[in-house]
């Protein structure tokens, strides 16, 4: 089991590294006086479960067994880009 709970603090901190980069502002754009940042929404979800158990007797080896798995998603959506131009800012949603 304790291998279970170092998988999971391996992808909690996988994906808290992740939401730290550029998951939430991405590296900006610039062209001139142009500068443009993309800003996105961040998903995250993962989870995952272990078991031990004992089964039958097989010849002289008693049938035991310990199994987990683990597994996570995560996705960034752009929802709006922020614009900064000749001193000046703005902020323009994307999509909906």
Do not use: Y
Not at 19 to 29: D, E, F, Y
Not at 68 to 92: F, N, S, T, Y
């Amino acid at each position: 089991m304790e291998q279970i709970k170092q998988l999971f603090l391996a992808l909690g901190q996988h994906f808290e590294k992740l939401a730290r980069t550029n998951a939430v502002v991405g590296k900006p754009i610039s062209v001139g006086d142009r500068h443009v940042l993309t800003l996105c929404e961040l998903s995250l979800a993962f989870g995952g479960g272990g078991a031990a158990g004992e089964g039958a007797r097989t010849g002289k080896q008693p049938g035991k067994s310990v199994g987990g798995d683990a597994g996570g998603a995560a996705k960034a959506r752009p929802v709006a880009v922020l614009v900064v131009e000749g001193g000046k800012a703005r902020l323009e949603r994307l999509g909906d």
